[in-house]
């Protein structure tokens, strides 16, 4: 008879950033390497929605699943660790909940009774951890905020609550802590998990795993005081070793045992764990045969989360081409016509990344043309794709003062515009949208398909004609201009399969510029890297024998 879903709540206490997405991601690494099923989900604490019109600056980047739900990056972890299909149900913000409650109040649907957070917010709370436990043996749910965050409370005492309603012997908490080494003192402190933990026991969870975020592996004499003050076992007291490579994060948890006591405490029997693909992969990335540098040229560069999937992805491109890929972040804020020089110079390959808003523009603008000029490999994604035709119409096919009518309205060669009217292919309807329109309600949001031409960059990356990449943008490539850029040499490699969306366009006398107008870096895996990546990184390392060459 098999077992029951099993429900593991990952907390963090003492501050944020101690890395609960890593940690979460990396359990789900360890039970699938054991054989079982799981799917991982993000509880936030923000009233927004969701993270899509948040500024990157304060919350980093917003990831894009399959479904269209904009969505905590740490969903992005969990893809990246594993197999699990995610989409909207796997993030729940205090927004979303209290959305769907009021909904529900102003429908009547609580018989005109008085609404409060207990039971109306925690009931709402627990059906969204339900909502993903169906065909699955864990349910890994990760918590957001920190432990004695007036936001989170709702959430943790949901969380409380779902031990008595599923059996305790069905669920488990993992609590996230810092034990920092204060070298004056030459030595670790527990007293910041103590007082954690302790924060946490007063709302009435007692952690069952502690995870200890540390830069060295902890003393048994260190974990047994560990294990004293917060009435856990010593076995259940791990180390969460900083590392080199996030990727190494499921391995030192294994030497940990993490893995072990999990399946113990949850009572699961399972196959012994096979983590031979984590240990190439981490011996590729530590002794790599070959580096190239690639330039980022984008505008929220001062806060590197912005672009994790994007930074991920470069990696996985390394890894495929036995390659360290060191990135140098480039403002484009700074660029202008006679400062591109140098540094640009320098790189293997420039990539101009995706956002919103004038600011920076025209330095992107600029980088494109410096990339297409000097022969350097360029990869632009949305936005940089749009400025590289921007770029080229202007610069190529002699359309003075081309540009996107999102930066200029008065542009007389509107090459990128807002699409009234389009075919969206998941719902099998036609769209339609303004400027009018609510800030999501004139996304393109999710997989849409693609179809390639053949004898081309983005085919031979692919290896494939018909292939399907998430979006997540507003404005479009205008038909209007399509013959005359293409008269001038601009390919439209990629479209829809109606040929009406251009999606990836090229030029033919470059030794790789590729731009497309969807995120390939969403779908990027450490073991499956996303094919246009590979192909731009093995660009980038011809540039560089070509450079040494000469």
Request: proline share 4%; net charge negative.
């Amino acid at each position: 008879m098999p077992f029951p879903t099993k429900f593991i709540f990952i907390t963090g206490g003492v501050l944020s950033s101690l890395g609960k997405g890593l940690a979460s991601a990396a359990i789900g690494a360890l039970l699938e390497s054991r054989g079982l099923t799981i799917t991982l989900q993000k509880l936030d604490p923000y009233i927004n929605v969701d993270p899509g019109t948040m500024n990157p600056f304060q919350h980093g980047e917003v990831f894009v699943t399959d479904d269209g739900a904009e969505t905590d990056l740490d969903l992005g972890h969990y893809e990246r660790f594993t197999h699990a299909k995610l989409g909207r149900n796997n993030n729940f913000t205090t927004g979303k909940i209290y959305h769907s409650v009021i909904t529900k109040e102003r429908r009547g649907d609580y018989l005109g009774g008085t609404v409060q957070v207990i039971p109306h917010i925690t009931d709402e709370i627990k059906q969204s951890i339900m909502s993903v436990a169906q065909d699955v043996d864990v349910v890994i749910v990760e918590v957001g905020g920190t432990i004695g965050d007036i936001e989170s409370l709702p959430f943790q005492e949901a969380i409380r609550q779902f031990k008595s309603e599923v059996g305790k012997e069905n669920v488990l908490y993992v609590h996230l802590t810092l034990v920092p080494y204060i070298a004056t003192a030459g030595e670790v402190k527990t007293k910041p998990t103590q007082h954690s933990v302790k924060e946490l026991r007063s709302i009435g969870i007692q952690p069952d795993i502690l995870l200890c975020r540390t830069d060295r592996f902890l003393s048994k004499e260190i974990k047994s005081k560990i294990a004293l003050f917060c009435n856990v076992d010593v076995d259940q007291v791990i180390t969460a070793k900083d590392v080199e490579t996030i990727y190494e994060v499921p391995l030192v948890f294994h030497k940990e045992r993490l893995d072990d006591k999990i399946i113990e405490l949850l009572n699961i029997w399972t196959r012994a764990p096979k983590l031979g693909d984590w240990e190439r992969l981490v011996a590729k990335i530590k002794n790599p045969r070959h580096s190239v540098t690639i330039a980022v040229v984008g505008k929220y560069i001062h806060l590197r989360e912005s672009y994790k999937s994007l930074n991920e992805a470069l990696c996985h491109g390394g890894i495929a081409n036995d390659c360290k890929v060191s990135l140098d972040f480039v403002d484009s804020e700074t660029i202008d016509e006679s400062s591109c020089g140098q540094r640009l110079l320098a790189a293997d390959g420039i990539l101009v990344p995706g956002g919103f808003g004038s600011r920076g523009i025209e330095g992107k603008i600029g980088a494109i043309r410096f990339a297409r000029e000097k022969k350097i490999p360029f990869f632009g994604i949305c936005l940089g794709m749009q400025m590289a035709v921007v770029e080229y119409a202007r610069n190529v096919a002699g359309m003075e003062g081309a540009h996107s009518t999102e930066f200029d309205e008065a542009t007389p060669f509107p090459v990128i515009y807002l699409m009234t009217e389009w075919f969206d292919y998941k719902s099998q309807t036609v769209q339609t949208r303004d400027t009018t329109s609510d800030k999501g309600g004139t996304m393109r949001l999710g997989a849409y398909p693609c179809t390639l031409i053949e004898d081309s960059v983005a085919y031979r990356a692919y290896g494939r004609k018909e292939i399907s990449e998430r979006h997540r943008h507003r404005y479009e490539f205008n038909n209007a201009f399509k013959e005359r850029l293409q008269q001038s040499g601009l390919i439209m490699s990629g479209t829809s399969p109606d040929g009406q969306l251009i999606e990836i366009v090229e030029i033919a006398d470059h030794p790789w510029f590729l731009g497309c107008q969807f995120h390939p870096e969403f779908k990027s895996r450490p073991m499956d890297p996303q094919p246009l990546f590979v192909s731009f990184i093995r660009a980038a390392l011809d540039h560089k024998k070509q450079k040494a060459i000469v």
